[in-house]
């Protein structure tokens, strides 16, 4: 559930309530870039000893690693992280597979990113890069290329869309050098089925 921390009356009353039910509240924004910032980005270089995979079912399991991997809270028990593989497992279905791009190094996936596309324009869904090939130019090659194969006659003019916990400053900072602007705060409520 999202709540639109543009209506503050609303967002109090929702936040006070989900909070105190046991809901999981993260703060996002969503940043958009216009269409056309794509042909003003300097090409963005694949890094040394990199090439881009080619995706099939055979390599779920690395793309599921590197999501796990990045995304993972050190407070997080075994069961937590457990969790999160067989929710990503199950996001990795063949049609997010076929636009998803992913970066490898030495035959090993090191870094993702997925895209998708709804009636409001081109957006990325996920980035992730493996914590130990953090600021080496994997993320920005990424988000270049999703970028790039996200620009297709149906959403043509449409603004590129993202949303980001407002504590992600390293990824912020990546999608504003890349020119994306905040355009939404909001929090997100989720409910996690079991959670003591
Ligand atoms: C966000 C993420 C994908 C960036 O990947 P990366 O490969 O480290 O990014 P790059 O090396 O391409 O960084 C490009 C630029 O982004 C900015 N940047 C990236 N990480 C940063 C950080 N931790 N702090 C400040 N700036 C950062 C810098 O401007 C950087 O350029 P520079 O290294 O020349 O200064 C990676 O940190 C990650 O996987 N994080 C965990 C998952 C996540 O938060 N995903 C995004 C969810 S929306």
Known sequence: MDVDEG????????LGLLASLGWELTSKQRME?????????????LPGGCCESSLDASRVEEVVHVLCEAYRRPEWDEQRREEERRSWTKTMDPEVLGTTVAVERQGRIIGVCLRGVSSLGPGIVEMAVLPEEHRRGVGRYLLYRAMESGRTANVQGKPYRLS?????????????????RRSQVLTVARWVKDRP
């Open 7 to 14: 209506m503050p009356s609303h967002s109090m009353y929702y």
């Open 33 to 45: 870039a216009p269409y056309d910032v794509w042909d003003r980005l300097a090409k963005a270089p």
């Open 164 to 180: 980001v916990d407002r504590d992600n400053l390293g990824a912020i900072a990546l999608y504003a050098a890349m020119g994306y």
